[in-house]
């Protein structure tokens, strides 16, 4: 490789961590305009293994927008990326793949007790598919492999004596 297909690998290395990056900012923040702007005008999301739905980014930007209404506060965190570059049209470079695990805490609304742990917490994988547009890197498919959760364990009342 010569140090200029190098230096724009590193740089679209950058604006791929910086585009899943992005999409966890904007789940987090319930920005769902920002979502959707993330997403290739066919890109489609996948929360299917999580209880949610599979459909194209506006349709899931809806559905998140109602679903995370119960957790006013989350924060989701997208590790271990690795990122493959692909071909599209004999161009190297023009398609990705990035794989990442994450953990998801988040609290749910009307929680009462001054504390501010996390009640739920979810974790999994990512498969995350990215074409390169005229207007950058945008991702074309988002599927979210859920492999846990913790839920707030319910009370028990000790038994009558």
Known sequence: MTQRVELATVMDRFAVDGLVTDYAVAVDDGDWEA?????????????????GIEGDADQVAGWLAQSM????????????????????????GDTARVQADYINPMRFAGHDGGSTAPDFVCGGRYAFGLLRTDDGW????????????????????????
Do not use: C
């Not at 702007?37 to 999301?45: H, Q």
């Not at 590790?79 to 004999?90: H, P, S």
């Open 138 to 161: 945008r991702l074309r498919h988002v599927i979210v492999q859920e492999k846990w959760r913790r839920t707030p364990r319910t009370l028990q009342q000790p038994a009558a004596t």
């Open 69 to 92: 209404e119960l957790f006013p506060m989350r924060q989701h965190l997208i590790v271990n990326r690795r990122v493959r570059f692909g071909i599209l049209e004999q161009d190297t």
């Open 35 to 51: 979502y959707r702007g993330l997403f290739a005008p066919d890109g489609r999301a996948d929360y299917r293994s999580a209880g």
